[in-house]
């Protein structure tokens, strides 16, 4: 399973996988193409990579307008 926390302060993104036995498989992995305060909208995780897409953390349009952005981390 893998499992996600974000926040509005650096590291605005990290990511774990967590076994079928629930024990942690990869410890918090900072994404560090996440400069800014996103969601995760939905997810898709292969062989090696975690593909994240992800949505504004706000309502208020910023300077650059409203986006969803896709990151791709290696697994």
Do not use: K, N
Not at 33 to 40: C, I, L, R, T, Y
């Amino acid at each position: 399973m893998a499992v996600f926390c974000y926040g509005l302060e650096p590291p605005r993104l990290t990511w774990s996988i967590i076994g079928p036995d629930g024990t942690v498989r990869r410890r918090p992995t900072v994404v560090a193409a996440v400069d800014e305060p996103m969601m995760v909208h939905d997810m898709a995780l292969t062989s090696r990579f975690l593909v994240v897409a992800l949505a504004p953390a706000s309502f208020d349009l910023p300077a650059h307008g409203q986006r969803v952005r896709l990151v791709r981390a290696p697994r």
